[in-house]
């Protein structure tokens, strides 16, 4: 029996080597690109401008759909929108759609499941199941695309400001591996993904608009900076001492330590250029203190740096809350005063279990 080549996990460069090994020419190659990718169709039916050899093969030696959506749940305010998928082999994953003032954000998953174990975090408590290919996380953003273009299940989102739904739909613009996993410990296949989606024409997803999420695996960033990997990073920090990030985060911490993670960060941004994100889930009485802001500050003196602070979200099996807003406000003022620019991140999807550190992939 004849491997199913999926279509989804190979750049445009490589589905053009695809067809001309089967004696096929550029035009066919683009033709197909553009009905997976631009067009955004689930399959093969209907594509016009092919010879019947060459459909045939298609249906026969690939695949292009999506995964199976086994549940889908819209936040009430109608801005974020979450899918449980189930894949070929049954394991499930989530993926989050974020609709935003000018812009649509999919946030995939990597992996089923994850081996970093954050304390606050659902996904962690799943434990490692698998890796996700290229091909799955690519159909993730073009399952998320369709349903923000009202090509997919459900009814289109209504749009920030009140405006009508029945608007022009928009494509999907930022991608953010901030899902299920942790993305640099499946590097090839998030790094495969990145390549294909910078080549979408017809999402526009460029350098800039997508975003690797790592809780610190240091190997990864300094690949990524080496390999001159063109996504933004974003670290998930939670912690300004070694104590207090092995708290929070202990798998993490006890492979890469505090002082090597800096490092690897001071190595990323001299390389690249670029800033970095620093993510902070805020959690009150634990990590929202003057002593830890203050920490922090010294910490990234000297890098370029944005820090999100992202209010705790509620996860099973995690007794702690978000800090209060006082708390928040005044963590913020700490790094100003330190030069360090930051942001309270904006809950979403917290009704729907679709906030950071909430997917569980149906588990729990």
């Known amino acids: 029996m004849e491997t199913v080549v999926n279509l989804c996990g190979l750049t445009r460069a490589e589905i053009g080597a695809l067809l001309r090994s089967w004696g096929e020419s550029e035009a066919h190659a683009a033709r197909l690109w553009r009905?997976?990718?631009?067009?955004?169709?689930?399959?093969?039916?209907?594509?016009?401008?092919?010879?019947?050899?060459?459909?045939?093969?298609?249906?026969?030696?690939?695949?292009?759909?999506?995964?199976?959506?086994?549940?889908?749940?819209?936040?009430?305010?109608?801005?974020?929108?979450?899918?449980?998928?189930?894949?070929?082999?049954?394991?499930?994953?989530?993926?989050?759609?974020?609709?935003?003032?000018?812009?649509?954000?999919?946030?995939?998953?990597?992996?089923?499941?994850?081996?970093?174990?954050?304390?606050?975090?659902?996904?962690?408590?799943?434990?490692?199941?698998?890796?996700?290919?290229?091909?799955?996380?690519v159909s993730q953003v073009l399952l998320v695309d369709a349903a923000a273009r009202g090509t997919a299940s459900g009814a289109p989102l209504a749009r920030p400001g009140g405006a009508s739904p029945h608007e022009r739909h928009e494509r999907v613009r930022n991608v953010v591996f901030m899902g299920m996993g942790e993305p640099l410990n499946n590097y090839g296949a998030v790094m495969r993904a990145v390549d294909i989606l910078r080549d979408n024409a017809g999402l526009a997803v460029g350098a800039s608009r997508i975003c690797v999420s790592t809780v610190g695996v240091v190997p990864g960033i300094r690949r990524m900076a080496d390999e001159g990997r063109p996504a933004s990073l974003a670290v998930s920090l939670h912690g300004a001492t070694q104590a207090a990030r092995a708290a929070l985060a202990p798998a993490a911490a006890r492979a890469w330590p505090l002082d090597a993670l800096m490092d690897a960060c001071r190595h990323y941004a001299r390389t690249t250029g670029r800033r970095i994100f620093f993510e902070w889930t805020l959690i009150d009485g634990v990590n929202d203190t003057e002593e830890q802001a203050r920490a922090l500050g010294g910490l990234l003196r000297g890098i370029p740096a944005q820090v999100n602070l992202i209010p705790l979200n509620p996860a099973a099996g995690f007794d702690g809350r978000a800090s209060r807003g006082v708390a928040a406000r005044r963590f913020r003022e700490l790094l100003a005063e330190a030069g360090v620019p930051s942001t309270v991140r904006q809950p979403r999807g917290g009704d729907i279990a679709a906030g950071c550190g909430q997917l569980a992939g149906g588990g729990l």
Do not use: Y
């Open 35 to 137: 009905r997976l990718h631009w067009e955004n169709a689930g399959g093969f039916q209907g594509l016009a401008g092919l010879p019947r050899r060459l459909l045939a093969r298609l249906e026969t030696e690939t695949a292009c759909g999506r995964p199976a959506v086994e549940r889908e749940t819209v936040s009430a305010d109608g801005f974020t929108r979450k899918f449980l998928l189930r894949l070929a082999d049954g394991a499930r994953v989530e993926v989050v759609l974020m609709r935003h003032t000018g812009r649509v954000t999919a946030c995939v998953s990597s992996q089923a499941g994850c081996a970093m174990g954050c304390v606050f975090c659902a996904t962690g408590r799943l434990g490692f199941r698998r890796q996700l290919s290229a091909a799955e996380i």
